[in-house]
């Protein structure tokens, strides 16, 4: 197998004592959030009227004792599992208003001789 002899008796060991071979988790800062505001932020998620972290950190800064940044809720919900919440994009023209602007462009492009994919930038 190309290992050495002790190098396999210590992982068979190791699983012999604790069922599985993973590493053990390891220590560190802990978090800043309290399970009861990590569930608030789920919660707020989950509203319609949150559309990014930035406004479920501002529902939270209401009605959590814990003041969580943009960037905290952003990472409450990489770890939960739960994608990044970005804005949801709006037309801002109507289906008319898109009508008749790619009529005048249409226009425009034939007035010039051009092709729509050929025509030079100016």
Do not use: Y
Request: with cysteine.
């Amino acid at each position: 197998m190309g290992c050495r002899h002790g190098f396999v008796k210590s992982w068979v060991t190791r699983h012999k004592q604790l069922g599985h071979v993973r590493d053990s988790p390891r220590s560190g800062r802990p978090h800043k959030a309290s399970s009861a505001a990590v569930q608030h932020v789920l919660m707020a998620a989950q509203l319609p009227e949150c559309t990014s972290a930035a406004d479920i950190a501002a529902i939270t800064k209401q009605d959590v004792e814990v003041q969580l940044s943009r960037s905290s809720v952003t990472r409450i919900l990489k770890r939960k599992g739960m994608q990044h919440l970005s804005p949801k994009v709006v037309s801002l023209l109507t289906a008319m208003q898109k009508a008749a602007k790619i009529k005048f462009a249409r226009a425009t492009f034939e007035n010039r001789g051009c092709v729509l994919a050929s025509c030079p930038d100016h």
